[in-house]
């Protein structure tokens, strides 16, 4: 089934705060880009689109390995950041569902923290038809590890359940192999300004209106100021990078 109109409306939500996005959120360990690509990592010439693209921050890790990216992203602004932010960058108006280049073109797909919101019944095939044989999809999140106590009182103050991860909604496709994942330690150093900026370009809160908007960002920061792990104003925060790949089946398979 495709996304809900709540789901849409959400998932085109971060343009409005791009430039904030493109600051705040955090890139992807080196480490898990590496395992995402070890099925293709042996052929040269590298090509990989990051789907869904944002403002860059998966770009950044795959240019700085090395590896040709040609970015896919719908919103305008968002895809307007990341030229700004990543000189020289192959970057088009696209989607999951429609992307913009010929058949058999590249390597392999990537999203970062953004599969969950692809229709995948439209989005496999259409990355398979842009796949090379044996080419590989990959999806990649970063998450705050919740076990963490000051996390857990941000997930009480949102309100959120965090006992679904964004992996439970990738499903199976018959044209590709099965589903397989992985964790990667990340982390993110952190000022209360900066982590509250960052929580504001969440989708959930850009969907509030204003007042109710500030009143949250307003609990956020009062929590910070007063944990014991936060309250210095500087900190590490623990991510949790999960990576799932699956390679495209060949016909013979």
Known sequence: MGNTGDEQQRGTSFGSNAAGYAEHRPDYPREAIEWALE?????????????????????????????????????????????????????????????????????AVLAGNAFHWFDQERAFPEIARVLRPGGVVAALWNDDDTRVDWIAGLVRIFGWDSTTSPTDRLRQHPLFTELAHTDFRHGQRCTTDSMVARMATLSPVLALPQERRDDLLDRIRRHLNEHPDTEKGEFDLPIRTTVTRAELRGSGD
Do not use: C, F, W
């Not at 689109?49 to 890790?61: E, F, M, R, S």
């Not at 040609?70 to 919103?75: F, G, L």
């Not at 192959?90 to 010929?102: C, F, K, R, V, Y």
């Open 39 to 107: 099925p293709v990592a042996g052929r040269s010439g590298l090509t990989v689109v990051d789907l869904g693209a944002g403002t860059g921050q998966l770009t950044k890790g795959l240019r700085a390995a090395g590896i040709t990216v040609i970015a896919v992203e719908p919103d305008a602004r968002m895809r307007d950041e990341l030229v700004r932010n990543h000189d020289g960058v192959e970057a088009h108006l696209g989607s999951a569902e429609h992307i913009p280049l010929p058949d058999a073109s590249v390597d």
